[in-house]
């Protein structure tokens, strides 16, 4: 494994991203101070996220919500739309067997070189 350390105080990441701003490069100041070059790279990505100046992944807010709702929709548990499989032959009056198939809908599938299967209507 790894190494671990403390996080690095919010000021000392701040003044590394002005520093890349700034014009230095990530790698020029891993080598001067502690973090590694990648550190700094993904400290300047969330502070665009953050600033909503990038256009991929959500800013800290949208992240906040998004977690929020995942939340309340855990938590609602069954009292929600059920989006599981259902198992074979439940699903009752929505099922077209090969006798209700409309007839220009069986002679395309003639056609087509198939027969008239199970329909399943939403």
């Known amino acids: 494994m790894g ?15 002005e520093l ?5 490069s990530p790698e020029e100041l891993a080598r001067e101070f502690e973090p590694t070059a990648q550190s700094i ?5 969330q502070s665009e996220h953050k600033a909503g100046r990038c ?3 959500l800013t800290t807010a949208e992240r906040e919500e998004f977690d929020r709702l995942r939340r309340e929709t855990a938590s609602s548990g069954s009292s929600g739309r059920s989006f599981q499989r259902r198992p074979p ?10 006798d209700s198939c409309v007839p220009s809908v069986k002679a395309a599938l003639r056609l087509a070189g198939g ?8």
């Open 20 to 24: 890349v701003r700034a014009g230095r």
């Open 89 to 98: 032959g439940s699903l009752g009056s929505r099922t077209r067997s090969r």
């Open 3 to 17: 190494k671990t350390r403390a996080a690095y105080p919010p000021e000392f990441r701040r003044q590394m991203i």
């Open 115 to 122: 027969g008239c299967r199970m329909l399943a209507w939403n």
């Open 41 to 45: 790279r993904k400290w300047l990505a």
């Open 55 to 57: 256009d991929g992944g």
